[in-house]
């Protein structure tokens, strides 16, 4: 079951989600339900914490979202959602609307922006009518996408599991072995590296954000291939220190697992990326970019930086 319900008392939540309101409040079936929610820790980590205050819009979400085996949790606004974490849920991605009221989508998130790194989910935003200093904004608040309404169900999906990917490269990092980590620390005391890193990184979290703004623009079919995309995830990772397997990468490419090898051969025929057989799980290839592909990818985002400048 990957579509879980919480029952969320309240005349403001009562009013936007009656349908979800069928258990009397206080009730034994309340408490059995709310029981079973608190009984393991287990039952408080999902994929996606889906945030709006249009009740068909949150169905809509979660339906794309389950149909890909994603364990979802609704909330009505962003208050309803900041009442979840606090009760325990840890959510690893979180889909909000941009435009709510009382608690906006750029306010829920900058609250998420105050907890710390193994609390704090990736942010994905979906809004009706973006502009670029939403994209902006987003951007400064480590927002990991921003789609579009209407939302384009596959789509969605690959945000969340690149998303998903990010988050766990992430803590990767966070949890690298002392001496590993030592080296790390060490690198980026290097006054020549550090400012050239982060404004990398920021750059391409800018990439990664308003390349979705595109689709309101273009047709999405322009943009399919994955190869792009694979590439940027694999420098994001490069820059994390963390590793990606071909498995990740390919699911968080968004195609089929099969389409995804294939651009990953063409891109290996390229000299742009190589694979490497996991030392510690001999099951598991790890893949990243190989030196020809890591210094075209710098190169580029050198030139990139260069001309804003």
Known sequence: MYFTMRVLTGP???????IWMHLPPGGD???????????????????VLVVDDDRDAVEEL????S?????????ADGWAALQLLADGYRPQVVVTDLRMPELTGMEFAERLSRLGDAERPEIIFVSGNAGFDDAVAAIRLGARDMLTKPIDGPRLVRAVKSAQLARQMRLRADSMPPAQAATSA??????????????KRAALGELKTMRRLRS????AELFSDPCWEM??????ASLAGAEVTVTSLGAASGVPQTTALRRMETLQSHNLIVRAEDKADKRRTIIKLSDGGMQAVESFFETYLGRRA
């Open 12 to 18: 403001a939540v009562r009013q936007k989600y009656p």
């Open 29 to 47: 079936e309340q408490k059995q339900m709310e029981a079973s929610h608190n009984s393991t820790p287990d039952d408080l980590i999902v994929d």
């Open 62 to 65: 979660v339906e794309y979202l």
């Open 67 to 75: 149909k890909a085996k994603l364990r979802c949790q609704p909330a």
């Open 186 to 199: 060490a690198k980026a005391k290097s006054a020549a590296d550090e400012g050239p890193v982060a404004r």
């Open 216 to 219: 309101q623009y273009f047709p």
């Open 231 to 236: 590439l940027l995830d694999l420098y994001d």
